[in-house]
Each structure stands twice: as structure tokens, then as C-alpha cells.
């Protein structure tokens, strides 16, 4: 059974109007599309690693050494004669998934805890965003380096740990979207039926300001990735006999004068990466921002 525009209401063919110049705006957006693409095949590369990677991950030549690129190693190899373009494809492995769950993390602690202070107002909101606010003082990096000498350098660790760290934002964010919505008479007729708040929340208004979390979540991955970059440098990060761009730059940094090649493809990769995640979360950011739109 289909449904003509006549028959929808007003609140569905609106946001089904705003959602369709969002993706226009995108489309025009020639940066945002070539970032799109480009992490897409970036994905795709470091997701299939095991099938297209020219050499085992684990394969060494003692004997072959550190050389530079040629037609059987295109991005060259390290002091151990392991293949980069190997170490680099299983490394985007695990940088990528340090980005999308840590920004996972951040997203549902800063969504949870933004709506409910948004939302409930009063004594409530004012405590919770003290909270925020105190840890905004506080410096992260210290924080999280305590816990990898504390717990160790465990990987699964790492994820919460820059997850826990990085949903500050996104609370005050939340928090302002929520106030905003909870003024709306869609809110105030589910109010009416005697629905509870936790349901109007994560039923009506979280729904509603899904926008603002998209351009988030975009723009926080690339930071996340940097912040474990930054970690792996300095050896509190992920560790052998794992990798990531974080450490194969950090063994980069230490040999550049002698094989620039170790820097470079995977500082390369890395960058590509960043930037496309950025061209796409400012090209959403433009997209969804009707105001801005209009002007």
C-alpha cells in the first residue's frame, strides 16, 4: 500500500524536505564527496587487508633489511625486512577502530548525559554540567597516560579510555539541542499522553537532533585517531606485536634520516585519512545547517 505526500503529515514531509536538501548540499560539495570516497576506499583497503596485502603480516627478511621502495616492495621495508605497505594496511586496522569505537563511546556518554541535563533542567542540570566542566580542567593526556601505566597497555582499555575522555563536548551539545526541542509541541503532545521522559528522550528528541551528532562524530574520529597517534609516539599506545600508523610513524621518527620511506607512506596514510574525515564532517556541517543554508 503506498502513501501520496497528501496522506503524510506535515512533521514527516518536512523532515523528509530537510534530509533531501541536506544530501543535495552535500553533493555539492566537490570536498566533502572526495573525502567520502577516498575513506571509503581507505575502509575497503585496510578492511581486506588479509587478501590483498602483498605479504604475510608477520613475514620477515633479516637478511633483505631495511630498503627502499622498488617493484617488489612498493612502499619499501623496515629493519626487520617486513613489508610497509603490509604494516600499513593491518595498522589502518587498528587506528580506524581506535577512531570509530572510542568515538563510539564518547557519543553515547555524551548523548546520554547532555539530554538528561538538557532536558530535566533546574538543580540537575546545573550539578551535571558543573561535572562537565571540572573535567574540562582537568589535562586528558595526563589522565589517560595514569591509566595505561596503572592498567597496562591494553588495547580494549585504550578504546574507553579516549572514549571516556572525549564526550565532553558532544554533552554540551546535546544539553543545547534538547533545551531547544523540549520547547516543541511534538514534545509537549507526547508529554500529554502520559509518556515517561526517559521515552520522549530517546523516543522524540534524540531522533530529532541526529544531525548535529552526525557532524560529531565525524569531526571527533580524526582527533581520536591523532590523540592514539600521539600515544603510540610516545609508547604508551598500541604495541607490538600489533601495530598502527601511530607507531609505525613513531618508528619512522626514529630512523627518518636514514629511511625516510618509514615516515612518510604511513605519516601519508594517516593524513589522507584525517583530511578526508574532515572535508566530510565540515561538508555535513554545511549541509545540515538550514540556517546557514538559507543565507
Known amino acids: 500500500m503506498s502513501y501520496s505526500s497528501e496522506h503524510l503529515p506535515d512533521e514527516d514531509i518536512e523532515a523528509s524536505s530537510l534530509w533531501r536538501d541536506a544530501r543535495l548540499r552535500l553533493q555539492k560539495n566537490h570536498l566533502a564527496v572526495a573525502g567520502a570516497l577516498a575513506l571509503v576506499i581507505v575502509i575497503l583497503a585496510v578492511s ?17 633489511g631495511a630498503t627502499a621502495p622498488s617493484a617488489a616492495h612498493w612502499f619499501g621495508t623496515d629493519i626487520f625486512g617486513r613489508d610497509l605497505l603490509t604494516q600499513i594496511l593491518y595498522g589502518g586496522r587498528i587506528s580506524l ?38 573535567l574540562y580542567a582537568l589535562p586528558f593526556m595526563i589522565f589517560i597516560i595514569l591509566l595505561m601505566v596503572v592498567f597496562g597497555r591494553n588495547m580494549i582499555l585504550l578504546f574507553l579510555a579516549i572514549g571516556a575522555v572525549e564526550w565532553l563536548t558532544m554533552a554540551r551539545i546535546m544539553r543545547t539541542q534538547v533545551q531547544s526541542l523540549k520547547q516543541k509541541e511534538f514534545v509537549e503532545a507526547a508529554t500529554s499522553t502520559g509518556l515517561s521522559p526517559l521515552v520522549i528522550l530517546y523516543r522524540h528528541i534524540i531522533p530529532n537532533a ?86
Do not use: H
Request: proline letters at 6%; aromatic letters at 12%; glycine letters at 10%.
Open 48 to 64: 581486506l587487508a588479509p587478501w590483498i596485502a602483498p605479504y604475510e603480516y608477520d613475514a620477515q627478511d633479516l637478511d633483505l
Open 97 to 134: 577502530a581506535v577512531g570509530f569505537i572510542a568515538t563510539a563511546v564518547a557519543l553515547v556518554i555524551g548523548v546520554s548525559w547532555g539530554s538528561v541535563a538538557g532536558y530535566c533542567g533546574g538543580r540537575i542540570d546545573a550539578v551535571m554540567m558543573r561535572f562537565v566542566d571540572v
Open 210 to 295: 541526529v544531525g548535529p551528532m552526525i557532524v560529531y562524530t565525524t569531526l571527533t574520529i580524526p582527533s581520536v585517531m591523532l590523540l592514539e597517534a600521539f600515544l603510540s609516539f610516545l609508547g604508551l599506545g598500541i604495541q607490538p606485536p600489533a601495530t598502527s600508523w601511530g607507531l609505525l610513524i613513531s618508528y619512522g621518527a626514529e630512523t627518518m634520516e636514514e629511511y625516510p620511506w618509514l615516515l612518510i607512506f604511513p605519516g601519508a596514510a594517516l593524513t589522507l585519512t584525517l583530511f578526508s574525515l574532515n572535508f566530510l564532517g565540515d561538508g555535513l556541517r554545511d549541509a545540515l545547517d538550514v540556517r546557514g543554508s538559507k543565507d
